[in-house]
C-alpha cells in the first residue's frame, strides 16, 4: 500500500520547512519512527521521523528545498514491510535481538540489509553524522552500518561483538567512509561541526555508544590547528636548500612567465593611476536559468559556468561603453578606440596566473563562449598557451571567487584600462521592491580602472550596465 509522508505541523507560527538532509535512499526499508529528515524551521533543527514502516519508493525533496507544510516530503510502501516474514529480517544495526520463540513487534521489525544498499553513498558529512539521532542510548538506528561491503564487516566485527552488538563507533579516523557513516551525533553537534567545517566522520565519539559530543567538534578543531601550525618542510619542485642568518631556507630560479608577470604587474601598477569601484549584482534569476533549461540549450559536452554569462554581458557593455574598450598612447597623444571585443579570462595554473585571450566574444553565443573558455583554460593548465594566445586582449576578467574571496583591487593589464574581478557569489537579505526583504544571490563585481582615462562616472555607468545584463537574463541572452 502506498503511502504519502508529508510534512507534518512544526509548532504554532511554522508554515514551513527547509531540508537540510535526507538520512534515507530512495529503496530503502525504513522502521515506524525511525528519522529519514532533517528539517531546519526559523527556531530550531528538528529529525523528521517516518509515521510508516516499509520501503521508500520515492523521495520528492532534497537539501535546501523548502517545504511548505502539508507538502509532499517522500512515498512508502508500506505493503514490503507486511509482505516480509519477519523471521528473515535481521535485527536492525544497534538493536538488542528478540528472545527466541517471541515474535518481533510490527513498530519494532527489524530490516535486513539489501544488495543495492552497499552502492548507494549519500552525503557523507550530511548524513553520515546523521544515522541513530534522537534513539536511546541503548537503541542506536544505525542502518548505514549494515551498507558496509562484506570484507569491512568482516573486519569490524570484533569490535562490534565487544560493545554488546552495537556497531563499533570509536575507530579512528583513518577509518572508511562506509563504517564511519554509524557514528551518532545530535542536531547541536552536528550544527556546530558544519559551522566549523568539520567532518563528523573522521571525529571518534567519546559519548554513549560512541556518540558524538560537542567536546569531540571542538578537540577535532584543535588538533586540526595544532598539525596546520606545525612546521612541515616540503621540498618544492626545482629549489635548492639552503640556508640564511636566521635559519634553512630553499631558493628556486624564477621562471619565464613568473618574470613576465612581474615585470608586466609593475609597469602596470607604477603607470597606471587605479581606481577600484565595489559593487554587487544580484544572480538569483540567472542561476536559476544555468541550473535549469541552460543546460539543455548548451548540451551535455559543454560545461555551462556562470562565467560564460558574465564574459558575454561584459562584451555586450563594452560596445556600449568604448571608453573602457580603449587604450591611451601618451607617446603620441592619442587615445585607441578599439572596434573588437578580445576579452582575456585569468587562468590560475602551476606556472602562476595565465591570461589567454577570447577573440571577438561580442560575436560568439553563450555556447560557444562557454565551450571556448573549457577548451582555453585546459591549454592553459596543460602549458599549451603560446604568447599570441595571450596578446590583443581589450578587457580582462578575473575569478577570484572560484577560491572563495569576495572583493578585491585587481591590477589593470597593461595596455588595457579596465579590469573585472569575481568574488564568490553568496545568499544576502536585499530590499526589493515595496520594501520587501528577500534572499538573492548576490555577485560581487570589483572594477579598477585608469583614471588618466576612465572616469569614476564612466566606470560607473559600465558597471551598471554589466549589472543589469546579469540581473535581466532575457536582455543578456537576446545580446548580439
Sequence with gaps: ?????????????????DIVSVLVSEGDEIEADQPVLEVETGKATVELPSPHAGRVTKIHVKPGESVQVGGLLMSIDAAVEAAEPAAKKKPFAGKAETKPGKPAKPAAKPTEPRESDTDEEPQAEDESDREGDAQPAAKPKSKTAAKAPRKDEEEARPAAESTNGGPARTAAPEKSAESAVAAPAGPSTRRLARELGVDLTRVAGTGPQGRITEDDVKKAVRQSAAAAAAPAKKALPGAVPGRDNWGSIQTQPLSRIRRTIAKNMARSASTIPHVTNFDDADITELERIRKGSMADYVGDEVKLTMM?????????????????????????????????????????????????????????????????LTEMADKARANQISMEDMRGGTFTISNLGAIGGRYSTPIINYPEVAVLLLGRSRKLPVVVDDDDIQVRLMMPLSLSYDHRLVDGAAAARFLNEVKTFLQVPGRLLLAT
Aim: aromatic share 4%; charged share 20%; glycine share 8%.
Design 1 to 17: 500500500m502506498a503511502i504519502e509522508f508529508k510534512l507534518p505541523d512544526l509548532g504554532e507560527g511554522i508554515d514551513s520547512g
Design 308 to 372: 560564460a554569462f558574465v564574459i558575454k554581458a561584459v562584451a555586450a557593455s563594452l560596445k556600449l561603453h568604448p571608453v573602457i574598450n580603449a587604450s591611451l598612447d601618451l607617446d603620441n597623444g592619442q587615445v585607441i578606440y578599439k572596434d573588437y571585443v578580445h576579452v582575456g579570462v585569468a587562468v590560475d595554473t602551476e606556472r602562476g596566473l595565465v591570461v589567454p585571450v577570447m577573440r571577438d566574444v561580442d560575436r560568439l553565443t553563450i555556447p560557444q563562449i562557454a565551450q571556448l
